[in-house]
């Protein structure tokens, strides 16, 4: 008779939506799945396991996630045996848990950002077949030790959680939590075994990592972890996000300057060009001090890539206002620019900001502001045109497989001809063609 034991293999899919934090925290998750017996999958149709991690700066990531949740329905009406887990901020949001679960009742586990570290037992059960929701309100600090996926070439690497900045427009310290920062010997050890598995390039990964430590007694500080981790053997690259342009110190530029592998590119969100509109935004500075820091940085790392975050609409924004911002664009000049409508959040002090701007307007404002940014970073590729750049080779193009891919030290993509047995080395590549997103070149 033949044996008919299940030989399956169970299946975990992840899908990750917004920022690094998520994408990090996404990570952890899916470590501790594969812990539990489940393999890394592409393929809805068959998987074992979704986990949906989510995000909630925004309402339209919000309706994407949720559309997202609708369709698995479909899915785990055709394949009994999936289990689905959705995470992260969306579901950490005060009081919506039970919204989602009445929108969504085929999700097997709910749970928040605080509590990520008790997934293997939240599986367990909803594989016996209990439905689980489990949102901490506070974190527990002790807990937060994210597990790492090994042999990559690059790796987020968290050193600190949460946020105590409080923006009007933002959900992350009201899902995040307070701030918190891990402890550097902590960090070096996570950097270390991550280099002895491959890794050759890491990001530190904070919501404002210019004030990481501020809650140790020894006064250490970010710059001080940067030229610690510049210094760890067979690690090329460090680059680290997001930086709050009122925390960027002299001394942090100046470490970047006097490192090897700190790469030149700070991350530093403008959010708007005007003092009115900043003011309002709680962002504790001025145009004019985001200014002196982009001149202080342009002095000292003259090659370095810029990038910001920048809002159009907050309530209250008039014209002159938005003008402010075409401005500063035009004066920074970024090499990219991730720019937003800006989406109410409930329990934020800007929802309940009168003048909301309509819909509309937002529109045009960000067609308009997305004309200006496009052209400065397509004048920005140019001028790296027929220079050669350290490129740290990533794999095959997604685009364009039979070419490799990699970035400069900026974090500029570029496509060039390779072996692919240059995959995580460091190679030189002449930048030869500027194009929307990437730039074309050739190996030197
Ligand atoms: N609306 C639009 N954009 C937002 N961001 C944060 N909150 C909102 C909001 N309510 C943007 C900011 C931040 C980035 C991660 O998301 O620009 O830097
Ligand atoms: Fe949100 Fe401001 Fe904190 Fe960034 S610094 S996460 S925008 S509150």
């Known amino acids: 008779m033949c044996n008919t034991m299940d030989v399956h293999a169970k299946k975990v899919v992840t899908l990750v939506y917004g920022c690094q934090m998520s994408e990090r925290d996404a990570e952890t998750l899916t470590v501790i799945s594969s812990e539990q017996g489940y393999e890394r999958s592409g393929n809805l149709e068959d998987a074992d396991l979704i986990i949906i991690n989510t995000c909630c700066v925004r309402e339209s990531a919000e309706n994407k996630i949720l559309g997202k949740i609708g369709e698995l329905k479909k899915i785990k009406e055709k394949n009994p045996r999936l289990k689905i887990a959705v995470s992260g901020c969306m579901v950490q949001q005060p009081g919506v848990l039970q919204h989602l679960q009445k929108k969504a009742p085929h999700v097997d586990i709910w749970t928040g950002t605080h509590n990520i570290h008790h997934f293997a037992e939240q599986l367990v059960k909803a594989q016996a077949g209990e439905k689980v929701a489990e949102i901490w309100a506070e974190p527990d600090a002790r807990m937060e030790l994210p597990l790492a996926e090994k042999g990559k070439i690059k790796a987020n690497v968290n050193i600190m959680f949460g946020c105590d900045n409080y923006c009007t427009y933002c959900i992350v310290p009201h899902v995040r939590g307070r701030e918190r920062s891990r402890r550097p010997e902590e960090i070096m050890e996570e ?59 002299d001394k942090l530029v100046l470490t970047i300057a006097a490192g090897k592998h700190l790469c030149e590119h700070i991350h530093l969100p403008v959010q708007a060009g005007s003092n009115d509109v900043l003011k309002r935004m709680n962002r504790k500075y001025t145009r004019e001090y985001y200014l002196d820091r982009v001149e202080f940085i342009r002095r000292v790392l003259p090659e370095c890539s810029l990038t910001t975050d920048i809002i159009v609409g907050f309530p209250g924004e008039t014209k002159a206002d938005f003008e402010q911002t075409l ?98 080395s460091l190679v030189q590549v002449r930048a030869l063609e500027a194009h929307s997103w990437t730039i074309f070149g050739e190996l030197v």
């Open 191 to 249: 950097i270390r075994d991550l280099v002895a598995n491959g890794c050759r390039e890491v990001t530190l990964l904070g919501q404002n990592v210019n004030s990481y430590g501020r809650e140790f007694a020894s006064g250490y500080d970010f710059a001080d972890l940067l030229g610690e981790v510049d210094r760890i053997p067979g690690l090329y690259r460090v680059r680290f996000i997001t930086s709050h342009p009122k925390d960027l110190s």
């Open 327 to 424: 401005d500063m664009v035009r004066q920074v000049h970024y090499s990219q620019a991730f720019t937003f409508m800006y989406s109410k959040r409930s329990g934020t002090p800007a929802a309940i900001m009168p003048t909301q701007i309509p819909l509309d307007v937002k529109k045009r404002r960000l067609q308009q502001l997305m004309g200006v940014q496009n052209a400065e970073s397509l004048a920005w590729r140019q001028k790296m045109l027929g220079k050669t750049w350290e490129v740290l080779v990533e794999g095959p193009s997604k685009t364009n497989p039979e070419r490799m891919t990699g970035r400069t030290r900026g974090n500029e993509l570029i496509v060039f001809a390779a072996e692919e047995s240059c995959v995580g």
